[in-house]
């Protein structure tokens, strides 16, 4: 079974200042698929950055940035110039790619906060 | 696209009751999943389909959760009979294709006292 770690449960950031959010997932497989959504107040999941295990880029969305090391299992989030609008839990997602049996495993999430 | 919608957004009811969650998909997008999410547990896949069919039940905790898709427009998540255990946020997710984007709704809160 595949399994998804994030071992910060809460963290801090000063508004403007960069943060980095840990992951790390099991697997014995080489086709896979990491995420991050993004849990605001409002309740609604929002995918934030996808990264295919194949692409060794790593994967950017404006202020968000993965650093993705295969080798490691280890899938972070790095938030550039940090908001008051990214305050919310964000959950790290793992899935391997197997057709119609496709589904994604979360992590606990960590619950962020952008000090003003 | 109105996006996934759910129904009720919030509901609190007795243990014992019948509870009824629905959700309307995206038009189009294939697979539908039911997650429930608990500070505990945090996020767990209950059940998904494609194309209306259940295809992985797993998740499903006891024979007390039932899920149906009759069409492509409407899936129900039913509890009966309900436990205060089965407080949770419970949310319809979809997918289109096999690596797409998970889109989810709003959640439905539910409270079983």
């Known amino acids: 079974a595949q399994t998804v770690t994030q071992s910060q449960p809460e963290m801090s950031v000063q508004e403007a200042e960069t943060v980095t959010l840990s992951c790390t997932y099991d697997?014995?497989?080489?086709?896979?698929?990491l995420f991050w959504y993004k849990q605001p107040p409002s309740r609604q999941m929002i995918l934030v950055i996808r990264?295919?295990?194949?692409?060794?880029q790593n994967a950017t969305e404006n202020r968000f940035s993965v650093n993705f090391q295969k080798a490691a299992k280890s899938f972070s989030l790095k938030i550039s110039d940090s908001q008051l609008g990214d305050t919310a839990m964000y959950f790290c997602?793992?899935?391997?790619?197997?057709?119609?049996?496709?589904?994604?495993?979360f992590g606990k999430g960590i619950t962020l906060s952008v000090r003003p | 696209d109105a996006g996934v919608i759910q129904s009720p957004r919030h509901e609190v009811t007795e243990m014992g009751q019948e509870v009824t969650l629905r959700c309307k998909p995206i038009?189009?997008?294939?697979?539908l999943f039911w997650y429930r999410q608990t500070m505990m547990r945090g996020l767990e896949l209950l059940i998904y389909?494609?194309?209306?069919?259940?295809?992985?039940d797993s998740g499903m905790p006891e024979d007390r959760f039932s899920a149906k898709m009759p069409n492509a427009s409407f899936s129900t998540l039913k509890i009966q009979p309900s436990e205060p255990r089965d407080s949770a946020v419970y949310f319809c997710?979809?997918?289109?294709?096999?690596?797409?984007?998970?889109?989810f709704g709003e959640g439905s809160r539910l409270t079983v006292l």
């Open positions: 038009s189009g997008h294939d697979y």
């Open positions: 997710a979809n997918r289109k294709g096999d690596t797409g984007e998970l889109f």
């Open positions: 990264q295919e295990a194949y692409k060794q």
């Open positions: 697997t014995s497989e080489n086709n896979y698929y």
């Open positions: 997602a793992f899935m391997i790619y197997t057709g119609a049996n496709s589904k994604l495993t």
């Open positions: 389909f494609n194309n209306n069919v259940p295809i992985d």
